[in-house]
């Protein structure tokens, strides 16, 4: 079988057979999704402590190069709820320039995780770690958009959550009634417009609604203008940023998070999207294209920026099919900021506040996490981990601690199911005789020979079970001449399982028993000879059929 191509965009294959028909489609999904992204740039960059322009940078930039480059049919990108919390603590902590920094170094991870093929690293997320952060993300986006959702009369939002809760307390009394009027005549508007349409969407019904009566009432509230200015209805040049080496060390981390959000997210939305076309992202291409999205859209300004489920989600609903629909949806957006650029600065942040707290509802996996509530324990314990360390320490923090607890939990599963037990002395005990004769291909079917001791070993050989081979096959006052440790089950061996099996077989040269492998797989062959313990147990005394095995050991203990 021919081997994929690293990097092969999808527009490539698409092309080869596009039509008038498939045209009107993504013309259709392209002009939708392009509306909709429109109020979610300028929010998502908003939530995230940067200016407006950057989110609509992002959304157009990086949104253009991800379906140019991609490997899905369908994929829309740009930024996203989940970067929103990363984005606020870097820009808090190192300033633009270290955001920048860090997008790139990200990109460069993502363009790196391509060319490694690992493509499929969706698969090796644990499910309780994702829902754990993507929820505690909802949370944290709910909590930081009280301030202009109730346009409380206050300074600068604190950081950390329980302070900012605190502080919307001591604020409550300057509640600003005509805003709080609007922000729920926004959510009322969010909430029931789709029972009404689908097709539009209704945040941009919410924005242009709110927007008129503010402006024709006159109505004194808080607007993208009054805090950030006018829109330039430009790009930028694009600037290196300035960022020293200390620094620099200091924003590996938070890239390795940008990277790891942002190959979950948009290889989950891939995904998604390929079970409503019946399509096949091809995920390695997908990598690179995101990360060097990720690498560009910086230098003219953009943040962080990934694959968007609810956004390819209504490209695909809205006649979307191939990446073009995408590079119209950017295209789109620019065409709108040029044009209608300066009435953006009329919106009011009210509006804005109602759209990111239905966002974080959507988000807020709030099934799936009941649910997961009710699974095995260790489960649990890395999804409350991974919940509560995104609220109340750091998202970086959470996805290290998740990453760290799923793979004691991985070891802890492996361990349950690797066993090495002791077949002849089960079967002069007569326990589990009846099961062992029953088995397929059963070592009890044999004449095992006098002086000879046989162990089974099932599972995978690495270093979480390496002190289980050590307990079990315990020599004793009075070894046999030979132990013959039947493999047929280990399909895996790392570098400790192969140290294990090495002091196994010097414990026995000590005690004067030879060790035989039998029934020994590829890969644990293949691991033995390449460290050289092959040699050193002996290729005759390592074998792959038992009863060849069998005979040897015989022969050996006369």
Same mark, same amino acid.
């Given at each position: 079988?021919?081997?994929?191509?690293?990097?092969?965009?999808?527009?490539?294959?698409?092309?080869?057979?596009?039509?008038?028909?498939?045209?009107?489609?993504?013309?259709?999904?392209?002009?939708?999704?392009?509306?909709?992204?429109?109020?979610?740039?300028?929010?998502?960059?908003?939530?995230?402590?940067?200016?407006?322009?950057?989110?609509?940078?992002?959304?157009?930039?990086?949104?253009?190069?991800?379906?140019?480059?991609?490997?899905?049919?369908?994929?829309?990108?740009?930024?996203?709820?989940?970067?929103?919390?990363?984005?606020?603590?870097?820009?808090?902590?190192?300033?633009?320039?270290?955001?920048?920094?860090?997008?790139?170094?990200?990109?460069?991870?993502?363009?790196?995780?391509?060319?490694?093929?690992?493509?499929?690293?969706?698969?090796?997320?644990?499910?309780?770690?994702?829902?754990?952060?993507?929820?505690?993300? #909802? /949370?944290?986006? =709910?909590?930081?958009?009280?301030?202009?959702?109730? *346009?409380?009369?206050? &300074?600068? $939002? !604190?950081?950390? %959550?329980?302070?900012?809760?605190?502080?919307?307390?001591?604020?409550?009394?300057?509640?600003?009634?005509?805003?709080?009027?609007?922000?729920?005549?926004?959510?009322?508007?969010?909430?029931?417009?789709?029972?009404?349409?689908?097709?539009?969407?209704?945040?941009?019904?919410?924005?242009?609604?709110?927007? #008129? /009566?503010?402006? =024709?009432?006159?109505?004194?509230?808080?607007?993208? *203008?009054?805090?950030? &200015?006018? $829109? !330039?209805?430009? %790009?930028?040049?694009?600037?290196?940023?300035?960022?020293?080496?200390?620094?620099?060390?200091?924003?590996?981390?938070?890239?390795?998070?940008?990277?790891?959000?942002?190959?979950?997210?948009?290889?989950?939305?891939?995904?998604?999207?390929?079970?409503?076309?019946?399509?096949?992202?091809?995920?390695?291409?997908?990598?690179?294209?995101?990360?060097?999205?990720?690498?560009?859209?910086?230098?003219?300004?953009?943040?962080?920026?990934?694959?968007?489920?609810?956004?390819?989600?209504?490209?695909?609903?809205?006649?979307?099919?191939?990446?073009?629909?995408?590079?119209?949806?950017?295209?789109?957006?620019?065409?709108?900021?040029?044009?209608?650029?300066?009435?953006?600065?009329?919106?009011?942040?009210?509006?804005?506040?109602?759209?990111?707290?239905?966002?974080?509802?959507?988000?807020?996996?709030?099934?799936?996490?009941?649910?997961?509530?009710?699974?095995?324990?260790?489960?649990?314990?890395?999804?409350?981990?991974?919940?509560?360390?995104?609220?109340?320490?750091?998202?970086?923090?959470?996805?290290?601690?998740?990453?760290?607890?799923?793979?004691?939990?991985?070891?802890?599963?492996?361990?349950?199911?690797?066993?090495?037990?002791?077949?002849?002395?089960?079967?002069?005990?007569?326990?589990?005789?009846?099961?062992?004769?029953?088995?397929?291909?059963?070592?009890?079917?044999?004449?095992?020979?006098?002086?000879?001791?046989?162990?089974?070993?099932?599972?995978?050989?690495?270093?979480?079970?390496?002190?289980?081979?050590?307990?079990?096959?315990?020599?004793?006052?009075?070894?046999?001449?030979?132990?013959?440790?039947?493999?047929?089950?280990?399909?895996?061996?790392?570098?400790?399982?192969?140290?294990?099996?090495?002091?196994?077989?010097?414990?026995?040269?000590?005690?004067?028993?030879?060790?035989?492998?039998?029934?020994?797989?590829?890969?644990?062959?293949?691991?033995?000879?390449?460290?050289?313990?092959?040699?050193?147990?002996?290729?005759?005394?390592?074998?792959?059929?038992?009863?060849?095995?069998?005979?040897?050991?015989?022969?050996?203990?006369?």
């Amino acid at each position: 079988m021919k081997q994929q191509p690293i990097f092969f965009p999808k527009i490539l294959s698409t092309l080869r057979n596009y039509s008038l028909s498939t045209f009107w489609g993504d013309l259709s999904g392209g002009v939708i999704v392009g509306i909709v992204a429109l109020p979610l740039a300028i929010a998502f960059a908003i939530a995230s402590g940067v200016t407006p322009e950057r989110g609509l940078t992002t959304a157009i930039i990086a949104g253009l190069l991800i379906s140019l480059l991609g490997g899905s049919r369908v994929q829309i990108g740009g930024p996203t709820g989940a970067f929103v919390i990363i984005v606020y603590n870097i820009v808090e902590r190192y300033g633009i320039d270290g955001l920048i920094v860090a997008t790139i170094m990200a990109g460069v991870m993502l363009v790196l995780m391509g060319v490694l093929r690992l493509g499929s690293i969706i698969k090796f997320i644990p499910y309780p770690m994702t829902v754990g952060f993507t929820a505690g993300i #909802a /949370v944290v986006i =709910f909590s930081s958009q009280l301030k202009d959702f109730f *346009g409380f009369q206050m &300074g600068a $939002l !604190p950081a950390d %959550f329980v302070e900012k809760w605190g502080s919307y307390f001591h604020a409550f009394h300057t509640l600003d009634v005509t805003t709080f009027g609007l922000s729920v005549a926004s959510l009322l508007i969010l909430v029931l417009w789709p029972k009404i349409s689908r097709k539009i969407p209704g945040s941009i019904i919410a924005i242009l609604f709110v927007t #008129a /009566v503010a402006q =024709f009432f006159h109505i004194p509230v808080e607007t993208i *203008g009054s805090r950030f &200015g006018v $829109l !330039p209805s430009h %790009f930028s040049l694009p600037v290196w940023p300035h960022v020293g080496l200390a620094e620099l060390k200091l924003l590996i981390g938070p890239a390795f998070t940008i990277a790891m959000l942002g190959s979950i997210e948009s290889l989950l939305s891939a995904t998604v999207a390929d079970g409503m076309i019946e399509g096949r992202t091809r995920s390695n291409t997908e990598l690179i294209a995101q990360g060097i999205a990720n690498i560009v859209s910086p230098l003219f300004g953009g943040i962080p920026a990934t694959g968007a489920i609810a956004r390819t989600a209504t490209n695909v609903k809205n006649g979307g099919r191939t990446p073009v629909a995408g590079i119209i949806h950017a295209a789109v957006l620019l065409l709108i900021v040029l044009v209608f650029g300066a009435w953006v600065r009329f919106i009011p942040m009210c509006v804005l506040s109602a759209i990111l707290i239905v966002v974080s509802w959507h988000m807020s996996e709030r099934h799936a996490f009941k649910a997961l509530l009710r699974a095995p324990k260790m489960d649990v314990v890395v999804l409350l981990a991974t919940f509560f360390l995104t609220i109340f320490v750091d998202l970086t923090v959470a996805v290290e601690i998740g990453l760290l607890l799923s793979v004691f939990l991985f070891m802890k599963r492996m361990t349950d199911v690797t066993n090495v037990r002791q077949i002849t002395l089960e079967l002069q005990n007569g326990k589990g005789e009846t099961e062992l004769r029953d088995e397929a291909d059963s070592t009890s079917r044999r004449q095992i020979p006098p002086g000879v001791a046989v162990y089974e070993a099932e599972g995978a050989f690495f270093f979480g079970v390496a002190e289980m081979l050590r307990d079990t096959l315990d020599i004793g006052k009075n070894p046999p001449k030979v132990i013959l440790l039947r493999m047929r089950h280990v399909l895996a061996l790392d570098a400790t399982g192969i140290r294990a099996l090495t002091d196994l077989r010097r414990t026995c040269k000590k005690m004067g028993t030879l060790l035989i492998l039998a029934g020994v797989q590829a890969q644990p062959l293949q691991a033995l000879e390449r460290s050289g313990e092959l040699e050193k147990f002996g290729r005759e005394n390592v074998l792959k059929n038992f009863d060849q095995a069998l005979r040897h050991a015989g022969e050996c203990a006369t």
